[in-house]
């Protein structure tokens, strides 16, 4: 079947200055000044049907201003670098200071309520289905400021933490550099290009030789992004001194619905694991023709040369009836919903400039619908980055039907129904490989994940954290930021990078850093990758996986990771048990390859 690349996003707005976009911020606006009136008049004595009008209020509302986000963030992904939607997202920051407001209303309304009242109104019916989130909103709300010093600091942000975050899109859409190809042909690239093609790029020097331009190209950008860095990470941690909060970790652990003890038993055990993906990677660095055992950071994902063996692609309607068909051996429900997503047009893959760099997956609350962006190459990789935001899409589908703060599932849970349903399509390519070359091809492309997960990602973290402790005591320069970045790399990669292989720059490079209502952008990928390991193991043993994995996803967003492990997969997430199973997973896929690769 012949499937489009692009997306049809029309049907929500038909243009960035449509009468249709209009109007929808004139009624939000309307919408917010009656969701104002219902919450004044709420009182101690207010009846549970007054209550739950005034949840029903926020939750609507929060459904079209994610709509109307969704919409600006998908324009702006495919015209890259255009002004037309600044403006916009300046009037969406604006409505959502008040809708922030209101939300801050409702938070100490709850928290004003006696216990006795508040648990009476929680036993309500109709208050049952989101009583996990009415709790976790009444104690947040015991940290907030009085209402006019919180209204004081959304408008800051604005123009502070928003505007840094903004700023960044504006630094790298103006980028671009070139490279000396294969072939000995001079590139033009953008930065996003870039970025896809250091992933895929097989010949030695060709990638070299983009990584060493692309590493300058940000170089050139360093004193405006750190100044960029900076600011947002200033702009953050002076809201949390007004709130009391001193440790920097508190709010993105409370974000993810994580402890501090699950999170460093999970580090804990990828440290204690690094060497078998070090044995993979001294074994990468030869089958890539490298003059040592080591690799640079342009390497980590390039395909491996196996005598004999061209590497396979895929067009994008193979690799579409691909992840239909093994989606499909899991849950018929997910297989039905992938073909759906391909064929009404969900998915904006075409490969061309003018896009933003990277991959993401959004929900459309008032369509129930998901839209994904990403770009597509034709390789086994990028058939696995379309099972992931399709795995995000999935859990989003199957949540359509609850009420929309429970539909709020923290990012690390969300990266668990991504990642396998990436795992799927990994593993189902290892298992259809037609010899030990291809085998060995695919068993690379899906350890990649596990490289990227273990120190790709913990190189993020550490360093994430190094500037936070640094950042409270002062700015930065673009030489500290640097410096601190390699040696980050240096100890998540545990010796198997090159002496020269490490990319100072990736701080400025890398998106994630810059995102302004997510800190620590990190940590959650490699729990949801870990968790969604768990789950890939914990399906083989399920008589009705399908439905046992629905029941999972449903209760995301309905209790912490801790509970959700132990109620679904029996787990304690806070013993290094349960994330050593995961790491044993990712050692029978690195033995495999050594053995295969042992004769080469």
């Keep these: 079947m012949k499937y489009s690349q692009n997306w049809n996003i029309d049907v929500v707005f038909p243009g960035i200055d449509s009468p249709e976009l209009k109007t929808a911020f004139k009624k939000t606006e309307n919408k917010n000044q009656a969701l104002t009136a219902?919450?004044?008049?709420?009182?101690?004595?207010?009846?549970?049907?007054?209550?739950?009008?005034?949840?029903?209020?926020?939750?609507?509302?929060?459904?079209?201003?994610?709509?109307?986000?969704?919409?600006?963030?998908?324009?702006?992904?495919?015209?890259?670098?255009?002004?037309?939607?600044?403006?916009?997202?300046?009037?969406?920051?604006?409505?959502?200071?008040?809708?922030?407001v209101q939300e801050q209303k409702w938070g100490k309304f709850l928290a004003a309520l006696p216990e006795d009242r508040f648990n009476d109104f929680l036993s309500d019916k109709k208050a049952q289905p989101i009583a996990f989130i009415l709790k976790e909103t009444r104690e947040q709300a015991g940290k907030l400021l009085d209402e006019k010093t919180e209204k004081l600091i959304k408008e800051f942000q604005v123009d502070g933490l928003h505007a840094w975050s903004a700023h960044y899109d504006t630094i790298s859409s103006g980028l671009s550099t070139s490279y000396t190809d294969e072939n000995g042909r001079i590139q033009k690239v953008s930065a996003g290009q870039a970025l896809n093609l250091l992933d895929g790029i097989s010949d030695n020097n060709a990638r070299a030789n983009l990584m060493q331009n692309y590493e300058k190209m940000w170089g050139k950008a360093e004193r405006i992004s750190s100044d960029t860095l900076n600011h947002l990470a200033g702009a953050r941690l002076t809201e949390y001194k007004a709130h009391g909060i001193t440790?920097?970790?508190?709010?993105?652990?409370?974000?993810?619905?994580?402890?501090?003890?699950?999170?460093?038993?999970?580090?804990?055990t990828v440290a204690k694991n690094e060497d078998m993906l070090v044995k993979f990677f001294a074994r990468k660095a030869k089958l890539l023709g490298l003059a040592s055992d080591k690799i640079s950071w342009q390497d980590q994902t390039a395909p491996v040369r196996v005598p004999g063996y061209k590497a396979r692609t895929l067009n994008y309607d193979q690799a579409a009836d691909f992840i239909v068909k093994n989606f499909s051996k899991y849950s018929k429900k997910m297989g039905a919903f992938a073909q759906q997503a391909f064929e009404n047009q969900w998915i904006e893959s075409e490969d061309r400039s003018g896009k933003q760099p990277g991959g993401w997956d959004e929900s459309i609350p008032t369509l129930k619908e998901d839209r994904i962006f990403l770009t597509f190459t034709g390789s086994v990789n990028d058939a696995a980055t379309i099972a992931h935001e399709l795995g995000h899409a999935f859990h989003s589908h199957v949540l359509y039907d609850l009420p929309q703060w429970r539909q709020n599932y923290a990012m690390n849970v969300a990266e668990t129904a991504s990642t396998f349903a990436e795992t799927i399509i990994n593993t189902a390519n290892v298992e259809a490989a037609q010899s030990d070359a291809e085998k060995i091809t695919l068993l690379d492309a899906k350890i990649a994940n596990a490289t990227a997960m273990f120190m790709n990602i913990r190189a993020r973290y550490i360093f994430e954290s190094n500037f936070y402790k640094e950042r409270q005591k002062g700015v930065l320069t673009p030489q500290q930021l640097n410096k601190m970045m390699a040696e980050a790399q240096k100890e998540a990669f545990s010796g198997a990078l090159a002496e020269n292989g490490t990319h100072p720059h990736f701080w400025t490079s890398k998106l994630h850093f810059y995102i302004d209502d997510v800190p620590f952008y990190n940590f959650p990928y490699t729990f949801g990758y870990l968790f969604s390991l768990g789950?890939?193991?914990?399906?083989?043993?399920?008589?009705?996986?399908?439905?046992?994995?629905?029941?999972?996803l449903r209760d995301t967003a309905n209790m912490n990771s801790e509970e959700l492990a132990k109620k679904h997969l029996g787990a304690d997430l806070t013993k290094p048990d349960f994330w050593q199973s995961g790491a044993d997973l990712i050692k029978k896929d690195v033995d495999q390859f050594l053995s295969l690769t042992e004769k080469l």
């Design 247 to 268: 440790d920097f970790l508190e709010k993105p652990l409370e974000l993810n619905r994580l402890s501090r003890a699950s999170l460093d038993a999970m580090w804990n």
């Design 38 to 100: 219902i919450l004044a008049s709420l009182k101690k004595n207010s009846s549970n049907e007054k209550i739950i009008e005034a949840a029903d209020a926020l939750q609507t509302a929060e459904a079209k201003l994610d709509t109307i986000a969704f919409y600006l963030t998908a324009w702006s992904s495919t015209n890259y670098g255009k002004a037309e939607a600044g403006p916009k997202f300046d009037l969406l920051s604006k409505i959502l200071i008040n809708y922030g």
């Design 535 to 552: 789950i890939f193991d914990w399906a083989q043993k399920q008589t009705d996986f399908e439905s046992a994995y629905i029941s999972l």
